[in-house]
């Protein structure tokens, strides 16, 4: 397992960015597949977008294309969620998630650590 801290998060008006940092630690970071996901109030968490372990290739929420981007930047054992455009439904606990998956990108049950989250809030 990695260790996984999350920053960036912060309150932002509509139509506004944020850039959400998640740091590593752990040798074995570059090994890992990175997800992002949300969790609203009162909601289950969701999936928003994933990258494999070289940064090669990269999965979204349909929600969250064109909006969202994640990368990652191995030597500084760091995955990254930038998003812009956000909407008031965008609110909620960002969490940075690693896992030794190549499929199921968007299921929680593949990645067996997570950060504590960060929370994002866009106001209207």
């Known amino acids: 397992q990695v260790q996984l801290v999350e920053s960036g998060g912060g309150l932002v008006q509509a139509g506004g960015s944020l850039r959400l940092s998640c740091a590593a630690s752990g040798r074995t970071f570059s090994s890992y597949g990175m997800a992002w996901f949300r969790q609203a109030p009162g909601k289950e968490r969701e999936f928003v977008a994933a990258?494999?372990?070289?940064?090669?290739?990269?999965y979204y929420a349909n929600s969250m294309k064109g909006r969202f981007t994640i990368s990652r930047d191995n030597a500084k054992n760091t995955v990254y969620l930038q998003m812009k455009s956000l909407k008031p439904e965008d609110t909620a606990v960002y969490y940075c998630?690693?896992?030794?998956?190549?499929?199921?990108?968007?299921?929680?049950?593949?990645?067996?650590?997570w950060g504590q989250g960060t929370q994002v809030t866009v106001s209207s």
């Open positions: 990258i494999n372990w070289r940064g090669s290739s990269t």
């Open positions: 998630a690693a896992g030794e998956t190549d499929t199921n990108w968007s299921e929680v049950y593949e990645y067996d650590s």
